[in-house]
């Protein structure tokens, strides 16, 4: 069974940073391309940033494009996201999401992720 373990979530001042981290067990993490996507109230699913399952290559959405870092570290199991510069409107819950195919024409998209971790708030005041 594929679990996904996510921790770091809180709360902020603005300009301040976290970092979340996401703990894959099941499952080898070198299959896996790994992603973030976060969740504010009303509003749908949306894509954060995606690494690749060698981690060679990153990807970001342009509202966390260079605040966001997207890294994986083998060893450990575990994808982390670090989160500088932090904004009010980056205040959602956060989760990370494991894509076991070896390639997706849509990896901004939630369907393309079949295991998901249990999401963690971050809250960023103003």
């Known amino acids: 069974q594929v679990q996904l373990v996510e921790s770091g979530g809180g709360l902020v001042q603005a300009g301040g940073s976290l970092r979340l981290s996401c703990a894959i067990s099941g499952r080898t993490f070198s299959t896996v391309h790994m992603a973030w996507f976060r969740q504010a109230p009303g509003k749908e699913r949306e894509f954060v940033a995606r690494v690749t399952r060698s981690g060679a290559t990153t990807y970001y959405a342009d509202s966390v494009k260079g605040r966001f870092t997207i890294s994986r570290d083998p060893a450990k199991n575990t994808v982390y996201l670090q989160m500088n510069s932090l904004k009010p409107e980056d205040t959602a819950v956060y989760s990370c999401?494991?894509?076991?195919?070896?390639?997706?024409?849509?990896?901004?998209?939630?369907?393309?992720?079949?295991?998901w971790g249990q999401g963690n708030q971050v809250t960023v005041s103003s």
């Open positions: 999401g494991a894509d076991p195919s070896s390639y997706s024409s849509d990896y901004q998209s939630p369907r393309s992720y079949d295991y």
